[in-house]
């Protein structure tokens, strides 16, 4: 929604509010009249209307005269008596103007006694006292109309304030949201840079090998390489990528670390097919095989078996990485296990599950777990 628009929608609500308002006013008047005389003359329909209009009028110049001064919401505690003296002023205008109008109009219900409709001796004494001076009637009808319109322009500045504040609460939880969405943004991008450089060292240590060896196999082991990095140059654009290009690429991998290993590297695939189209990271599956062909293969000798493994589990996507050798303390900490659980901590919040763990005497296991949407 551009700005445009949404001025536009806020400028909307904010006449069907004033309007609703003021008209849900005049309706609760005429209810209680109806209630309390059963009976409702044409003069009194005729003020209550002069009213509303006026009402409208005046609380809209006071909202223009609180965006003018630059006092709307949330304003300075030290900028709230301004605001007072102003709902007490256009309070004041509008029962003054109220009742100079219906004196002007002569819209005057014969037969009736204000006084009668009041409730306490101090308004009774007041009105006595009024009706002795010059233009008695227009005081005493402003007097009365401070007491009971007063009230009125409070209710409407308290609405027109709450309303201001809940926009500034919702406003800033939107900004929160995008400042946490950019922070998150930026740590991914951070960690996958560090991480391509330490990939591309190996990839290529494995091809300089077979220059000379294998041209043939060689010029192929770069088409995989170009592979690897065109997707990891995509990974950068995107967060979540399915397990099958994940796979597509983990394959490529392996091809390039089968010709250092040779004969020594096995590897067995466990896939349930219902997985593949499942979202995971970009490059994490590829970081677990990594460090299993790392701390694996390269620390020890003989055959390594690596073993990758998807399936459900309660909801859940489960991938493992098993390969043959010995869990050693340190290897916990290392920088490509430490970016996987940031990266996770990152996109699921705490919900994915990363394990590290010695399974039998002579097999390692590293074990994900990651929320299924």
């Keep these: 929604m551009s700005k445009f628009d949404y001025m536009k929608k806020q400028h909307s609500i904010y006449w069907v509010c004033q309007i609703g308002g003021w008209v849900s006013y005049a309706l609760t008047i005429f209810l209680f009249a109806y209630v309390l005389e059963r009976q409702i003359s044409f003069v009194f329909f005729q003020r209550i209307v002069m009213s509303v209009l006026l009402g409208v009028t005046l609380t809209h110049l006071l909202r223009k005269t609180i965006i003018f001064n630059k006092l709307r919401p949330p304003t300075p505690s030290r900028q709230w008596w301004k605001i007072f003296l102003l709902v007490l002023f256009f309070s004041f205008s509008y029962s003054l103007i109220n009742s100079s109008l219906i004196e002007i109009l002569r819209l005057i219900e014969p037969g009736r006694d204000l006084s009668k409709t009041e409730s306490t001796r101090f308004v009774f004494s007041m009105d006595a006292i009024l009706s002795n001076w010059n233009g008695a009637r227009v005081l005493r009808r402003l007097f009365f109309g401070l007491i009971l319109d007063t009230p009125i322009f409070f209710v409407w500045i308290s609405i027109y304030t709450l309303w201001h504040y809940i926009e500034f609460a919702n406003k800033e939880e939107i900004k929160k949201v995008k400042l946490e969405t950019l922070i998150k943004e930026l740590e991914l991008k951070t960690i996958k840079s560090q991480m391509n450089p330490h990939f591309i060292f190996n990839a290529l240590n494995s091809i300089r090998a077979l220059v000379d060896e294998d041209p043939k196999r060689s010029r192929k082991a770069i088409t995989e390489l170009s592979n690897i990095l065109r997707s990891s140059i995509q990974s950068d654009k995107i967060q979540v990528t399915s397990l099958e290009k994940e796979l597509t690429i983990v394959k490529d991998y392996l091809a390039l670390e089968y010709i ?67 869990l050693k303390p340190s290897e916990n900490d290392g920088f490509g296990l430490q970016s996987t659980r940031e990266r996770l901590n990152i996109l699921y919040q705490g919900e994915a599950l990363f394990e590290l763990y010695q399974c039998e005497h002579n097999q390692v296991t590293a074990k994900l777990a990651i929320p299924i949407h």
């Design 260 to 326: 250092r290993f040779a004969d020594r590297l096995k590897v067995v695939y466990e896939i349930e097919e219902a997985t593949l189209q499942n979202q995971i990271p970009p490059m994490m599956l590829q970081t677990l095989v990594e460090n299993a062909i790392k701390h694996g293969l390269s620390k020890q000798p003989g055959d390594c078996l690596i073993k990758i493994i998807s399936k459900f589990d309660q909801n859940k996507l489960v991938l493992k990485v098993m390969n043959t050798g010995l």
